[in-house]
């Protein structure tokens, strides 16, 4: 397509009419979102202005608390919602008030939603049927798309004959086989059980690099958006609090509950500013040149090559250090003693007071 030749539309915001003009070269961005807010009705919208840009190719975590409006701005992307405010744009093109099947979007959804009555072929096969595809054509197309999920073998199997991890990977190639621009999945892994989550998520992550089209992920799972996500969007409270590469997000939180949220740090306030301090870089023990902070041993939690220690301190803040074994096991602490915790200030990163969660 080209971009040259798209007309921006009305209801785009100025600079976004500038950038999609400043466009040239294929798209830009996989899927956008222009100032989106969602209302169900009076009172405090369900997703409250946003904006978003997920490059080409990306694996995008939408992570955020139970009810921070995740599951809406996803279904806003698919269009099974109408937006109140804002515009959305699918390879830089804006499909605000498309029709979900003229959006490039394929939605997977949790309950898998299989036809009870067809087999695994024949499901995947389905959405190419109603478009009028020939059997053997379409037939043709569903086997290797249930090859790529690794689901070949059980082509005949009726879904009532599949495990539930199995019917996954057959609604997966469903949503695959419309060839989407983007794919977006709403919680995938929550109903499997934790060692099938693992592999799954490994399985999502490879596919997604095969096709390289974008997937946007909903989770509340800090550990599924640190391992899948190429960008991690942490929502709270209908706001996106940071967007950005999950290495920056994990090393540089924008405020406190980013870092709370996605674990790992521990969020220190002082007279003048709040910081955050990873977990791993906190130590027992007072140092020269290094910051500290006093309390009582609250928790000790055994994790094998690591061990976390929790400190109450004599505010009441919990504070978190992550050990080695072995350095554990040479200071030997124990609940109920107190101890100091240091770190080096050079660990420290500065958050942002106006946003703190
Ligand atoms: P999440 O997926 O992050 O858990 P949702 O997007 O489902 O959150 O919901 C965000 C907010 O919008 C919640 O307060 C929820 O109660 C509200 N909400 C979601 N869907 C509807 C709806 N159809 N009607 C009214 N309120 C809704
Ligand atoms: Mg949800």
């Known amino acids: 397509m080209n971009l040259s030749q798209l007309k921006p539309k009305a209801a785009l915001p100025e600079p976004e009419k500038t950038h999609l ?27 409250d202005d946003i904006s978003l840009r997920i490059p080409r190719g990306s694996y995008c975590c ?21 937006v109140t405010e804002g515009a959305i744009l699918i390879h830089d093109e804006e499909v605000t008030h498309k029709l979900p099947v003229d959006r490039g979007t394929s939605m997977m959804f949790q309950d898998y939603a299989l036809f009870p009555h067809l087999s695994s072929l024949d499901n995947v096969a389905f959405s190419l049927k109603v478009r009028g595809v020939a059997t053997t054509e379409r037939r043709k197309q569903a086997r290797a798309y249930l090859e790529l999920v690794q689901m070949d073998h059980l082509a005949d199997r009726l879904p009532n004959q599949l495990s539930g991890g199995q019917q996954q990977r057959v609604a997966l190639a469903r949503s695959l086989i419309t060839r989407p621009k983007v794919l977006l999945l709403d919680e995938p892994l929550s109903a499997l059980d934790p060692f099938l989550r693992i592999k799954m998520r490994s399985e999502l992550k490879r596919i997604q690099k095969e096709l390289g089209i ?25 706001k996106i609090m940071q967007a950005a590469p999950v290495r920056e ?5 924008t405020n406190a509950f980013v870092a709370r949220f996605l674990g790992g740090q521990n969020v220190l306030t002082s007279d003048t500013h709040q910081v955050s301090v ?14 500290s902070l006093e309390g009582q041993i609250a928790m000790i939690e055994y994790q094998g090559n690591l061990v976390r ?9 919990e504070m978190t250090v992550l050990q ?3 350095e554990y096991f040479a200071q030997n602490p124990q609940i109920g003693d107190t101890a100091v915790m240091s770190w080096h200030p050079s660990d420290e990163h500065v958050l942002d ?4 969660g």
């Open 62 to 82: 939408l992570l955020g608390p139970s009810g921070c409006g995740k599951s809406t701005t996803l279904r806003m992307l698919a269009g099974h919602e109408d």
């Open 249 to 253: 997000v994990f090393e540089t939180p």
């Open 353 to 356: 007071p106006m946003q703190a």
């Open 21 to 47: 003009k400043q466009a040239t070269q294929g798209h830009r961005f996989d899927a956008e979102l222009v100032a989106v807010t969602k209302s169900y009705g009076p009172g405090a919208p369900a997703v």
């Open 309 to 317: 220690i929790t400190l109450q301190t004599t505010l009441g803040d």
């Open 324 to 326: 080695s074994d072995t």
């Open 214 to 238: 974008s997937f946007i992920h909903v989770t509340h799972s800090q550990d599924e958006a640190l391992a899948l996500s190429d960008m991690i969007v942490v929502m709270n409270d209908a």
């Open 278 to 291: 990873r977990t791993d870089r906190c130590r027992l023990g007072r140092s020269p040149g290094m910051r």
